[in-house]
């Protein structure tokens, strides 16, 4: 599976920004896709994930309300829309694909696409 991220930027407290995750290779059937991200300094951490069959959704406490992640099977696209950013929120954020045994953890993605830079100034 290679996938591609892309979206970011810089945008102001409050703003809202959409990132897309383009999926190729393989099927993705059964497998959970996920957004994380990672600050300098700190390690990557679970954003949120997505079942790609169902649709189920999972996120973390941080974005819970702000963040909704959807996909398309018809364009094996996955997006992130991210609403009410905070500085908090400025990050390089990864998609990621795999079925992992727990959903929050990166060691169970074994795809991931090459990250995007988000910026919120305050």
């Known amino acids: 599976v290679q996938l591609q991220a892309s979206g970011g930027g810089l945008v102001q407290t409050g703003d809202s920004l959409r990132l897309s995750c383009a999926a190729s290779?393989?099927?993705?059937?059964?497998?959970?896709m996920a957004w994380f991200r990672q600050s300098p300094g700190k390690a990557r951490e679970f954003v949120g994930a997505?079942?790609?069959?169902?649709?189920?959704?999972y996120y973390a406490d941080s974005v819970k309300g702000r963040f909704t992640i959807s996909r398309y099977k018809s364009e094996n696209m996955v997006y992130l829309q991210m609403d009410s950013l905070k500085p908090e929120d400025t990050a390089v954020y990864y998609c990621?694909?795999?079925?992992?045994?727990?959903?929050?953890?990166?060691?169970?993605?074994?795809?991931w696409g090459q990250g995007t830079q988000v910026t919120v100034s305050s």
């Open positions: 990621a694909a795999g079925v992992p045994v727990t959903t929050t953890s990166s060691a169970g993605y074994r795809y």
């Open positions: 997505i079942t790609w069959n169902l649709g189920t959704t």
């Open positions: 290779g393989r099927t993705l059937t059964n497998y959970k």
